[in-house]
């Protein structure tokens, strides 16, 4: 040992006074070959703990992207919730008042032509048919149509048989009848049409 690494060797001995030996490292009071198996030692240590470090940033990473991706899906399903609530929040109501559409259809159709030439009710006449437009109006406007029917194909999704009837007029399977109309609200079934189906003949 040169006498510049005494000076430097009697202060951290000085330091180390009063420290219980089981707390001094090999490596405190070792020589070199002590040193170095101590720093080969600490040097394992560590890659040991920064591979375990990198293991646990590559969990939390996929950790992260797990809870976005559940927030990014909690997020849409409210959207659409919140949606289907705007879209269909009419649904009861529409269904309920179909029945005064179809009493008005009703009273409409069962207008006979000599009223609808006579002068008194001819005003009357005109007055409840712009009712029925003006109803189908606001229908419309909030995304409730009328289901077409007669002259297509049965749909089971729209059109509801209630009886089949033998003609060789149209081919077997097509409406020919609407005895109810049909609505559809956006695109939910509000009510299925009620309709007559062509057979063939017995």
Do not use: C
């Amino acid at each position: 040992m040169n006498e510049k690494d005494k000076p430097r060797d009697e202060a951290a001995e000085a330091e180390l006074k009063g420290v219980p030996e089981e707390f001094l490292k090999d490596s405190d009071r070792g020589g070199e070959e002590g040193s170095n198996e101590a720093g080969e030692g600490e040097n394992a240590d560590l890659s040991e703990v920064i591979a375990q470090l990198r293991s646990d940033l590559e969990a939390a990473k996929q950790d992260v992207l797990y809870a976005k991706a559940d927030t990014q899906n909690v997020r849409r399903r409210m959207e659409k919730d919140i949606q289907d609530a705007r879209n269909y929040a009419a649904t009861g109501f529409a269904r309920d008042i179909l029945s005064v559409a179809d009493n008005l259809a009703r009273a409409i159709e069962a207008i006979p032509e000599s009223l609808r030439e006579d002068d008194k009710m001819k005003g009357l006449v005109i007055g409840i048919e712009a009712t029925q437009r003006e109803m189908e109006k606001v229908f419309k406007s909030h995304g409730i149509e009328r289901i077409a029917a007669v002259g297509l194909p049965l749909d089971p999704n729209q059109h509801q048989a209630m009886m089949e009837v033998p003609t060789d007029e149209h081919e077997p399977g097509t409406v020919v009848q609407e005895m109810q109309s049909g609505w559809m609200i956006k695109d939910r079934l509000l009510r299925p049409a009620m309709v007559g189906v062509a057979k063939k003949p017995d």
